[in-house]
């Protein structure tokens, strides 16, 4: 039974989580669905509206004037077609309080490119918001930190002009009254992660088609249903990572939705038949 108006609240948002816990699942599963069974899986085939899960290399565009388009990686000031970069910060630090790397910022850059397969070649305009289920990137430079700069060092002039560039707020520093540990990350500690594109990568691409016009022909990107995810894990890798994240999804939303229907369930009655 609920123990009183309190409890009854947190137990219903805990269903509302957990529900909304299953639906992204679905939402991923489904993902996962057209990722290994999509409506073509070679550039040859692929027609205006059709959602595709293509693996090819990529190829840099031209402009006007010859000359390759691309965009300037702003971490490691490298030229290619796709940079995307994220920062995380240590909250918490100290004790009695729950500590871990937090995101603090994200974002992308991003040139149309072509990616061909060896039976044609397909334009992909990364745009959209990079959020969950709506602009994704698998990669692998995504999940090692390219750089860490403690609280304590001064932030090297790159760094600096990097996160003055993006707009990332200031480091929130530790506090000087509360107790911390000589080990491990501080408070106020950064990381930061990139993860570029470039002509000769490897790439795996999951999105829908749209039609631009005879000249430019077809261009894969998201769209409604489709999302579009890039990849250079390969799709089985992808589509790895997809389900392992359904199946965790399921696990997080069935669990907060038994904890917080289980006490009306419990005292529904029974009747023997």
Known sequence: MYSGPIDVLIRFGAVLVGVGFLVQAGLVLRQSITMAAPAADRIRDATGGDAVAIDGTVRATRDDAGGLRTVTAPLSGDDCVFAAWRIEEFFGHEVATQDGWTDHASGYDAEAFELTDGSGTIAVDVSGDW?????EFDLAGLDSPHRTVS?????????RDFEAAVGAEDRTPAAIDVPTSDAGPKQGDRRYYEATIDSGDDLFVSGVVSERDAETGLVVTGGGDDRLLVSDQGRRGATRSRLFGVVVLSVVGLLLC?????PLLRSVPITPT
């Open 131 to 135: 959020e969950f289920l709506e602009t």
């Open 151 to 159: 609280i304590d060092e001064d932030v090297p002039p790159e760094i």
């Open 258 to 262: 038994w904890y917080g229907a289980a």
